[in-house]
């Protein structure tokens, strides 16, 4: 699988939307751009993915770039509850997900 | 909920011994994965099936690591003569279909501490 490229960290106030970028300048046209969080203490949970267009469901939103070799997940209005590593993973096969490190996404009130 | 099961949620164990974990995947699933998590890291693929089908290995599965999935239902993971370096939570996930586009769904993991 393609490689993904994310910030360490990220810091935001309570209430105000955040984005967190993720860079895949190698993806290639089968790959799916999925998003997973992590809480402490807790196993991964799904927030996101597409492929092509930009998607939006209930916990997010996610932007794909046009020429997809970046993408953007926009949580709304960022809550205490957000607060979490966000992992964007590049999927084209069946196969299992491949983790990077992540963004730690800390949110302040 | 009817998500994906763990247990024991949390094991402790002296160096030398053997630890099984137990894993229920969503009804009807027929993808299942382990996965390991060290602290500071994200989780590190270790080996899926497909029903009972054990289809890929990682590396990071070594001998003493055994995983099996009998009747393509829950699945357990062995690990033989336990090493300090064996303490990381152990994630089982699951998913239906073999897409690219499916979804993965992650249990909440079993904690393992060798001491």
């Known amino acids: 699988d393609a490689k993904t490229t994310q910030p360490n960290s990220m810091e935001s106030n309570e209430e105000e939307p955040v984005h967190l970028p993720c860079n895949h300048s190698?993806?290639?046209?089968?790959?799916?751009i999925h998003w997973y969080r992590q809480l402490p203490s807790q196993g991964p949970e799904y927030v996101i993915h597409g492929l092509t267009s930009n998607v939006n469901n209930r916990m997010a939103s996610l932007a794909i770039a046009e020429d997809r070799k970046s993408s953007t997940l926009i949580l709304h209005r960022a809550t205490l509850r957000d607060a979490a590593v966000y992992y964007c993973i590049l999927r084209n096969s069946g196969y299992a997900l491949n983790f990077g490190k992540g963004t730690s996404l800390l949110v302040t009130p | 909920d009817t998500g994906v099961s763990q247990d024991p949620r949390h094991k402790i164990t002296k160096r030398g011994q053997n630890v099984t974990f137990r894993c229920d995947p969503i009804?009807?699933?027929?993808?299942l994965y382990w996965y390991r998590q060290t602290l500071g890291q994200g989780p590190e693929f270790l080996t899926y099936?497909?029903?009972?089908?054990?289809?890929?290995k990682s590396r990071l599965l070594s001998d003493r690591f055994s995983a099996e999935r009998p009747k393509g239902s829950f699945s357990t993971l062995e690990i033989q003569r336990t090493e300090q370096g064996d303490s990381a939570m152990y994630l089982c996930a699951s998913s239906s279909g073999d897409s690219s586009g499916n979804t993965i769904y992650f249990g909440e993991g079993s904690w393992l501490t060798v001491v």
């Open positions: 190698t993806i290639s046209g089968t790959d799916y």
């Open positions: 099936f497909q029903n009972e089908a054990q289809l890929e």
């Open positions: 009804s009807e699933h027929n993808r």
